[in-house]
């Protein structure tokens, strides 16, 4: 149920001398699409009756049946500080899609990550989420168009004169807490030119919310400061990848259903598993929490990203690990997402493990605390440490072959996401890269 009621949002647009609102929601990938509107069609919007064609958003719907409609988040209301309000501020509001019969369009995302958010309310769960979204920072070149020339050769928590980015880091965070953000920490990476903002933990749809908010606002701000944002999660070789850790609890009411004060590690016996619900289903999710070919550059040994589906209390070389806090703040962290997923489709993901874990009470594996990176192969076969995915070709197959995950897509989206991965994988095979270029032209 929102906070805000429609008079609020109408009175709040009239007192911040709102002139233009932006409509959004995001498509099948993520990627954030709005309806611009004036103040004087806001009332008509807030009431759901703003019609859009749904069939121009790859993934909706087919041209017969285009017709869609977007119900505004009244809670969502926020307007966008770093924009000249010469002529009228531009303020904006997140959406959900419905069909013309009334109904939650099943393409939607955010539909569906509510359809499994209303499954978790009705075995008495409430999700939270805190995310830790990693970005670099690149130089443009001549031309406005982006490079991958870092502007510091800054390094893990370093400031400046190494950490260029700074300014800009800082601004993005004002323009965040003015929109509402509670913004924890923000701290140079261990690349140059990487950053990383933290936003405090919120329920699993405000956070979704709050990470698609968080990727575009970065952006602008960058762009004020002429230099490209990027959530690509490996843009440079050598170089450690981007990557999105999920924190996540279930509340009952008051109380952290992970917490258990009797417990070596203080978890409950729902925490566990939770955590058996995640490795179970590891690989069939990796499609969504993982959803580019770029994905998996970064998913390699070496690079602090998660590799071995296992868990730990003790070390950051496992997929899952459980930070070292108590009581309201016991948590689980999945370490394998990066910020290139679509943050509806990939919490819901999470969620939908996680209860299919506690629904047959599936208890994870033994707990690893050896740093995997230095296990041989055999020890790894002993311990049954096996591998995320390799590419996103091979996540796919494994998306297919998961039933859970599959259900809480549904057949559309789980359809038209698999047609464009696997478009996107039948390019890249495809292609000549200059790597073997540079690999083969001279020998052969």
Request: charged content about 25%.
């Amino acid at each position: 149920m929102s906070k805000l009621t429609k008079e609020d949002v109408l009175q709040q647009a009239k007192e911040m001398n709102v002139k233009f609102i932006r409509l959004q929601f995001t498509d099948i990938l993520g990627i954030i699409k709005n309806v611009a509107i004036t103040v004087e069609q806001l009332e008509e919007a807030l009431d759901g009756e703003i019609m859009f064609d749904g069939s121009s958003i790859d993934g909706f719907t087919r041209i017969q049946e285009s017709d869609m409609y977007l119900k505004p988040d009244y809670d969502t209301f926020t307007v966008f500080p770093w924009r000249p309000k010469v002529g009228g501020a531009v303020a904006r509001l997140i959406c959900d899609v419905y069909t013309t019969d009334g109904k939650p369009f099943v393409g939607g995302p955010r539909n569906i990550l509510r359809k499994v958010l209303q499954e978790a309310e009705e075995m008495g769960y409430t999700m939270y989420v805190g995310p830790e979204p990693e970005f670099f920072l690149f130089e443009k070149g001549d031309n406005g168009e982006p490079t991958t020339i870092t502007n510091d050769q800054g390094g893990y928590f370093d400031l400046g004169p190494s950490d260029l980015g700074q300014d800009t880091r800082r601004d993005i965070v004002l323009a965040l807490e003015k929109m509402g953000f509670d913004v924890e920490a923000s701290h140079h990476e261990v690349a140059p030119g990487q950053h990383e903002i933290d936003f405090k933990y919120s329920d699993a749809l405000t956070a979704a919310d709050n990470i698609a908010t968080f990727r575009f606002v970065t952006k602008a701000i960058a762009n004020e400061h002429d230099l490209h944002a990027t959530f690509m999660p490996k843009p440079i070789f050598s170089e450690a990848g981007s990557g999105m850790h999920m924190n996540q609890s279930l509340f009952k009411g008051k109380e952290n259903a992970f917490y258990d004060p009797d417990d070596r590690l203080g978890l409950s016996q729902i925490a566990y598993y939770y955590i058996g619900g995640l490795i179970k289903h590891a690989k069939g999710m990796t499609a969504l929490t993982n959803p580019t070919i770029n994905s998996y550059k970064r998913l390699v040994p070496g690079y602090e990203a998660p590799v071995y589906i296992a868990w730990s209390a003790s070390n950051r070389s496992a997929l899952v690990r459980i930070p070292d806090a108590q009581g309201l703040g016991t948590r689980v962290e999945l370490r394998n997402p990066d910020p290139a997923a679509n943050p509806y489709l990939a919490t819901a993901v999470m969620l939908k493990a996680g209860l299919d874990g506690i629904k047959n009470k599936i208890e994870p594996p033994k707990e690893v605390v050896d740093n995997i990176y230095d296990m041989s192969e055999c020890a790894k076969e002993d311990a049954c440490i096996d591998s995320l995915p390799g590419d996103i070709n091979i996540a796919v197959q494994y998306l297919l072959r998961d039933e859970v995950i599959k259900e809480a897509l549904g057949e559309h989206i789980l359809n038209r996401f698999v047609e464009a991965k696997q478009i996107e994988w039948d390019v890249y095979r495809t292609q000549v890269h200059q790597w073997e270029l540079d690999q083969y032209l001279k020998i052969f």
